[in-house]
């Protein structure tokens, strides 16, 4: 098995990219451009220094979509699933860095929380100079067994040597990475899935957490959840849920000046700044200030 945990990304379903783009601009986030995946999605994604990144991700082509999971493809199928099982907008999924997506596909089938078979494909990419390549992909699939409503899949990528130029990287509220996930989670059976993946978890104040390199994987109860991001908690979930991603800021105050300016709603909850899901942004998002 690779080490599955170093985060690569968070995957926000969303209605429409111009929706998502307009939201997250307003939040001070710069958007990459629409990119488009050969079987019926799209996405625009917001890149972070610390080699994450968020994935608004939508449905471009419907017939598409739907004839590339007829042909097996479980990241279209998974998608799907998740759309149909929530109202269209949520935290859908966590993808995790990978040099070997075959060795984690062969793991998650020992252990019995593979989500199906593998995808592999490629499409155009231009690198930061400008110039053009073909990137390709591997993904891995795992979710909880008999509950494929939040998943978490592994990503190799190949022929991708950067995710994005420097210009990509400097967002106006002054987010510089993602320090962490929150899910939500009421099952000890949800731990033991996440544990199969992460390893052992440490308890905080809030709930467990597992470690994902720089940023953690936060699993919290309902009273955790609104301990920690107060009245955004307002929440349908059943079963596992993504709930919030935790970003870290260069200057928490700058942060909140930023949404003040642009009429941002938000709430302090002791050093953080949380900002409850609108339409386009597809999860909670907390602002903390990253340590000096």
């Keep these: 098995m690779d080490n599955l945990r170093r985060l690569d990304h968070a995957v926000l379903s969303v209605?429409?990219?111009?929706?998502a783009r307009a939201r997250l601009e307003a939040l001070g986030f710069r958007v990459a451009n629409d990119a488009r995946h050969p079987f019926g999605t799209e996405n625009a994604c917001v890149y972070f220094a610390d080699q994450t990144y968020l994935e608004p991700l939508a449905v471009a082509d419907d017939m598409a979509m739907q004839h590339s999971v007829t042909e097996g493809n479980n990241f279209t199928r998974l998608f799907g699933q998740y759309r149909h099982s929530t109202e269209t907008e949520g935290f859908a999924a966590i993808a995790l860095k990978s040099s070997d997506a075959d060795g984690d596909h062969g793991y998650f089938q020992e252990t019995g929380i593979s989500a199906g078979g593998m995808l592999a494909f490629s499409r155009p990419l231009k690198r930061p100079d400008g110039t053009e390549t073909v990137a390709s992909f591997k993904l891995a699939f795992s979710?909880?067994?008999a509950e494929e409503r939040f998943y978490v899949f592994t990503c190799q990528r190949i022929n991708v040597s950067a995710l994005?130029?420097?210009?990509?990287?400097?967002?106006?509220?002054?987010?510089?990475?993602?320090?962490?996930i929150i899910?939500?989670?009421?099952?000890?059976?949800?731990?033991?899935y996440l544990g199969a993946i992460f390893g052992a978890a440490v308890e905080d104040e809030y709930g467990l957490a597992f470690v994902m390199n720089g940023s953690k994987l936060h699993v919290m109860e309902e009273e955790g959840l609104r301990d920690y991001v107060g009245a955004a908690c307002a929440t349908k979930a059943e079963g596992l849920t993504g709930i919030a991603v935790v970003f870290g800021v260069r200057d928490v105050r700058k942060t909140a000046e930023l949404f003040e300016a642009r009429g941002i709603a938000y709430e302090k909850r002791a050093d953080r700044l949380v900002v409850a899901a609108e339409a386009g942004q597809g999860a909670i998002f907390v602002f903390e200030e990253e340590a000096a």
């Design 183 to 192: 899910l939500l989670s009421k099952e000890a059976s949800d731990r033991n």
């Design 164 to 180: 994005a130029d420097e210009a990509l990287l400097a967002h106006e509220n002054g987010v510089v990475g993602t320090k962490g």
């Design 15 to 19: 209605e429409t990219l111009t929706v």
């Design 143 to 145: 979710a909880k067994p």
